[in-house]
């Protein structure tokens, strides 16, 4: 099976822009969660989504939303960037059991 | 408030022995315990986990032992290779929430692990 996968890889936006960023789960995984990674403050959960809702968001901005769709594929958006959103944002996916298994991540850079 | 510690930033372990990575944990309801490794900018691969009923689990090189009371767990990896240089991670299971929400890994800031040849 393939794995996660996310798009794009690398990014570089400028403060006050907006950013959509794309997760595919491994195929039969409907479950998706997304994670910001940076120095500071390491992984921190942003959300958490199945059969197209969100399940559970973790203690981030109304600047940060995300979807997900019929076929399990999940956006995230990050509108009026900041610089502080630089981060790698992850995408991990599962099904019924405890695993998340993790994407290779998206790297944004906020100038 | 950090739920899940570890307290090590940095370990040094020669080739061929044993490493061992800890964990803290906080919170007595997690139920569920992973063990990631990561390299810089890829996403964490999964190594190893263990559920609370559990107090071992062992696949190949590497063991996780859960210690409920003291609320600890280790990862033991036995032998270290160089090719196990990495950033570990140790991850707890988010509490079921209200409509049965079990998503939100809870991670420790990592170990970076390093193996001399």
Redesign the interface.
Known sequence: KAG?T?TPRYLIKTRGQQVTLSCSPISGHR?V?W?QQTPGQ????LF???SETQ??K?NFPGRFSGRQFSNSRSEMNVSTLELGDSA?Y?C?S?DRG????????T?LLVL | DQQVKQNSPSLSVQEGRISILNCDYTNSMFDYFLWYKKYPAEGPTFLISISSIKDKNEDGRFTVFLNKSAKHLSLHIVPSQPGDSAVYFCAAKGLMNYGGSQGNLIFGKGTKLSVKP
């Open positions: 996660v996310q479950s969660s994670y390491g992984l921190q959960f958490e989504y199945f399940r559970n973790g790698l992850l991990a599962w405890e695993t998340q298994y993790f994407g290779p991540g790297r």
